[in-house]
């Protein structure tokens, strides 16, 4: 499913996967602000809330910015600023002020790109190979993934300055190839048959006006993603609650072995759920997070938890696929930058306080409340896509007759 596409989709792939294998501070983020600089859970939780707050603020504008200047030149310039602030923390990384401060400006500018990046990826896609396009963008970062996290959980401890120096120098290398190699202007992409993908004139707020599904669906994006990020929120504090110093290690395997085997799952789930509409197939993502929390909440072994993160792993791969593919069928291709920045950021807006909220439930209540709360919200986003399913297949006939 992947060959015979262009070469400028092979290298955003490339880019990609080298960002994945820098992919040290993230997975790490909520250790670092506890166990390097001195933070309790709770103000843990709320640093990482005010990164997502910045993140979504840099989005919001990034949006707006990507349709104005272009997709390729706003995610460019975005990533090579938060590159170069995440190099300079490397040379304080224990500063317990200066750190978090630099975090929020790196991830303001790595915000600014996300929209302009997904638009970028839809702009090389057409409905006839989006699904391959997407999944193999995924693919490809998680591939380097399987490389990123594991080294990250080695240096924690002991050479802490190369989380930054190692995430900074990824960011700026995957840049510089979409700068040099990526030539958008070559590229012919297929008009779309779709009168959903028409350029359409109006403000973006108009184009939701028409659309109020697309605001129903990011809603339940965000319970989803809410289950999703408990994989390197939840994780690594249960981890280390459970065993210790050798808590991160245990995470930073989990996480490779999570990457590998998206690596391996992703051409099959996404033949399987094929025939299936994208919402049909977030469904099935709650379903597994619901599965996979299960069997952590109820048997904290290694070998158990080993087992939960394959199905964590699928769940993760239908939504960082399936949600891409149906904002970008559903998007005017005049507005894609602004709507995946508009809808970015009330995605976003709904995590916020789930980072608090993780923490403060930890601290008063413990693991078996804060699983549950996780498994209850996948649970209740898995029946709203059903339902959104049900609804854009009648609104299909309804087209068509």
Request: net charge neutral; proline share 4%.
């Amino acid at each position: 499913m992947y060959k015979g596409l262009h070469r400028n989709i092979y290298y955003v792939a490339l880019a990609r996967m080298i960002l994945g294998m820098g992919n040290f501070i993230i997975p790490f983020l909520v250790l670092l602000f506890t166990d390097k600089l001195g933070y309790s859970a709770s103000l843990a939780g709320s640093l990482a809330m005010s990164i997502t707050g910045l993140y979504l603020l840099g989005s919001f504008i990034g949006g707006k910015l990507s349709d104005w200047v272009g997709h390729k030149n706003t995610m460019v310039a975005g990533e090579c600023v938060g590159a170069i602030l995440l190099l300079i923390c490397g040379f304080a990384p224990d500063a317990p002020v200066m750190v978090p401060v630099l975090l929020f400006a790196a991830y303001f500018f790595i915000g600014v790109a996300l929209p302009a990046s997904n638009a970028l990826v839809a702009d090389l896609s057409h409905a006839g190979n989006r699904d391959a396009v997407m999944s193999l963008s995924y693919l490809a970062y998680n591939l380097g993934s399987a490389i990123g996290p594991i080294l990250a959980g080695y240096l924690f401890w002991q050479h802490t300055e190369w989380i930054f120096f190692g995430n900074g120098l990824a960011v700026l290398v995957g840049i510089l190839v979409v700068a040099f190699l990526v030539n958008v202007t070559e590229q012919a992409v297929p008009e779309s048959d779709s009168d959903l993908e028409r350029a359409v004139e109006g403000s973006v707020w108009s184009v939701l006006k028409s659309r109020p599904y697309l605001i129903a669906f990011t809603l339940l994006c965000g319970m989803l993603w809410f289950a999703l990020n408990q994989m390197t929120m939840a994780s690594p504090l249960y981890l280390s609650h459970l065993f210790g110093q050798e808590g991160p290690v245990r995470f930073g395997q989990l996480m490779t072995y999570a990457c590998v085997l998206v690596v391996i799952i992703t051409p099959l789930l996404l033949r399987v759920t094929s025939g299936h509409t994208e919402t049909m197939g977030l469904a099935y993502a709650g379903l597994l997070f619901v599965l996979g929390y299960g069997l952590v909440m109820l048997a904290p072994t290694i070998p158990v938890h080993f087992l939960a993160w394959f199905f964590l792993s699928a769940g993760e791969v239908l939504v960082l696929t399936k949600e891409g593919v149906y904002l970008a069928n559903n998007s005017p291709a005049s507005h894609r930058g602004r709507i995946q920045g508009v809808l970015i950021t009330l995605r976003s807006l709904l995590l916020m306080p789930s980072f608090v909220l993780i923490g403060y439930v930890i601290d008063t209540f413990g693991y078996s409340v804060t699983w549950s709360l996780v498994i209850a919200m996948a649970m209740c986003a898995s029946i709203g896509m059903l339902f959104l399913s049900v609804r854009e297949k009648t609104r299909l006939a309804a087209t068509s007759s």
